[in-house]
């Protein structure tokens, strides 16, 4: 069976998951063509992230000519087809904020996926987040294209659900996908009942690399780790705020900021205004066994999340042995459980933010390692890479059956 993958913008250093996902997919078989709208415009720092990028095909690396003469091939094979993805178009962009005209791109772009899908032999195409990709994915199909399915993450999709068109993706997919509990019922809100039964549960997996790493001794030095995109919705201008608080009470420890993103400015010069840089570290985007060694290195992750789905990261420091301080937001609860394998905090409350913090420094490390323990076997059991890829693969070749 041949699969397209298709991300808006891929590989980037925070789709690692998806990475492991297609690879765990190749491994049981099934072939796995990548295809992106854009490509990621900074430099890739993890190998496996510059080899990836090698085999992905990006849409408008076509160019602007290259979408109209798509556009007009298309109208001009399958008139009637266009027409109505014309349409399609048209009613999605006419409800989103991001209006007719980029859906009218949308459209152009889903013209150039269905030739490609067409000479590669495609049978089902899979997108990643419930946005812009799952758009094309969606007018290609109506263009007659193969059937597709869609990976919903959140937040953005549960933030503006009508904007995004996301009853109707749902009405028009083979099946849906959440990634946790929390996801499939915002899923379900926004859907009709009678196509609730689409919607599975297949969730974010971590590789061997994670799973079967050694037991790494608590380190005594007070480091903590944050990894994350720099962003609103990551909540660093609070973790910054409640570092403060740490410094002022005469705490000695040392923050790590691993990620980039739109934030940074704001969150430099907060770092300056509370003369923190004796304390707080911004290291930017690492590899991903950078990554690994900054966790490693580290007591606790610490990620205060107004508005998630389910990091990937929080999985990653639990299979690694370090416990988790997080909110209580989205999925999240999900997998931390406040005093087993971590800390939950109300999104927002810095006070709460700052006085766990202080709490995990003065924690000792024979207790720290045994909430990583608890952590790591949790993760085991439900974050698998190769087994939630079964799962994905399972519903692959059902569609097919179905079709066939």
């Known amino acids: 069976m041949k699969v397209a993958y298709l991300i808006n913008q891929y590989p ?10 297609i690879a765990a997919l190749e491994q049981l078989g099934l072939t796995v063509d990548r295809y992106t709208v854009r490509r990621w415009d900074r430099q890739l720092i993890d190998p496996r992230d510059q080899e990836e990028a090698k ?26 087809r266009f027409v109505r993805a014309a349409a399609l178009a048209w009613r999605c962009g006419r409800r989103s904020e991001r209006g007719l005209l980029l859906h009218g791109v949308y459209l152009a772009e889903a013209c150039v996926l269905a030739r490609w899908l067409a000479e590669c032999g495609t049978s089902h195409v899979h997108a990643h987040f419930g946005t812009n990709s799952t758009t094309v994915a969606m007018l290609a199909h109506a263009l007659g294209g193969p059937g597709y399915s869609f990976t919903c993450h959140g937040p953005e999709e549960f933030d503006k659900p009508q904007f995004v068109a996301l009853g109707e993706k749902i009405a028009r997919c083979r099946f849906a996908v959440a990634i946790s509990e929390f996801g499939r019922s915002q899923m379900y809100r926004w ?12 969730r974010c997996g971590v590789d061997p690399q994670f799973l079967d790493a050694p037991p790494t001794p608590m380190p005594a030095d007070p480091k903590l780790v944050c990894v994350g995109r720099l962003s609103e919705q990551k909540g660093q201008l609070l973790l910054i705020e409640a570092a403060a608080q740490l410094a002022g009470r005469g705490m000695r420890f040392e923050l790590v900021l691993v990620g980039d993103g739109e934030m940074r400015p704001q969150i430099e010069s907060l770092i300056q205004r509370h003369h923190l840089a004796d304390h707080v570290r911004l290291a930017g985007w690492m590899s991903g066994q950078q990554v690994r060694d900054e966790i490693l290195s580290g007591r606790a992750l610490v990620l205060p999340s107004f508005a998630e789905g389910l990091p990937v990261v929080i999985m990653e420091a639990l299979a690694l042995g370090r416990p988790v301080l997080s909110t209580y937001v989205a999925g999240i609860p999900e997998l931390v459980e406040g005093d087993i394998n971590g800390w939950l905090v109300p999104a927002g409350s810095v006070q709460r933010l700052g006085a766990t913090m202080e709490e995990i420094l003065r924690t000792s490390p024979s207790r720290l390692e045994e909430m990583g323990k608890a952590g790591a076997a949790k993760v085991r059991e439900k974050h698998n890479a190769a087994t939630e890829a079964a799962r994905l693969a399972e519903l692959f070749e059902r569609m097919d059956k179905t079709d066939t």
Not at 56 to 80: F, H, K, N, W, Y
């Open 55 to 80: 085999k992905t095909r990006c849409i408008l690396d076509v160019g602007v000519m290259g979408l109209i003469l798509a556009c007009l091939r298309m109208l001009a094979c399958r008139p009637a």
């Open 12 to 21: 980037q250093p925070s789709q690692s998951f998806i990475r492991r996902e």
């Open 191 to 202: 859907c009709q009942y009678e196509d609730w039964g689409k919607i599975q549960i297949v």
